[in-house]
């Protein structure tokens, strides 16, 4: 345990609640990716697959950590996976934003082109990923990281004269 700590820079125990998580919420989408392919060969084949996938989902991340960590700019190694949390949150919220704001307009797959629908849905769910994403942000204690974050992105897509 000491070893974990001090790879991941953790100062008190609180702050192994991230790394915890983290493994948490991977567990649960290497379940969900293999039971969506797996769904008819049983809970058995599943479970035995999520394994697999949990350990490629897990050095997949830990590959991006040693890119990443270079890139941002982060007080603690912990810090990082507490950023990768926020994005993962972050990006399921805009879809359960999204659906409902594209029905409440009255848009469905029916009444319009599907790739019309698909395009709208695409920007109404970026539009409130932008302001998920610094609300997600704060709330994790990472408002300064995922501010500066946006107004990269922002730049990115047109909005440099609002910015600066």
Known sequence: M?????HWEI???????????????????????????????????SLVA????????LKLTLFMFKKLEK???LDYKW???????????TGTSS??????????IGITKENLNPILY??????????FYQILLVMFGWLFGQFKFF????????????FKRFLD
């Open 11 to 45: 100062q008190h125990n609180w702050q192994l609640l991230f790394p915890f998580f983290g493994l948490v919420i991977l567990g649960y989408s290497a379940f969900k990716i293999s039971n969506a392919f797996l769904e008819n060969y049983g809970l058995t084949l």
């Open 118 to 127: 698909w395009f709208l849905f695409i920007i109404i769910g970026l539009i």
């Open 71 to 73: 890139k941002w700019i």
């Open 95 to 104: 879809l359960f934003v999204g659906r409902p704001i594209i029905k409440l």
């Open 2 to 6: 000491k070893k974990f700590k001090k």
């Open 147 to 158: 501010w500066e974050f946006e107004k990269k992105m922002l730049r990115r897509f047109g």
């Open 79 to 89: 810090e990082m996976i507490r950023v990768f949390m926020v994005f993962a949150f």
């Open 50 to 57: 999520s394994i697999f996938v949990f350990f490629l989902l």
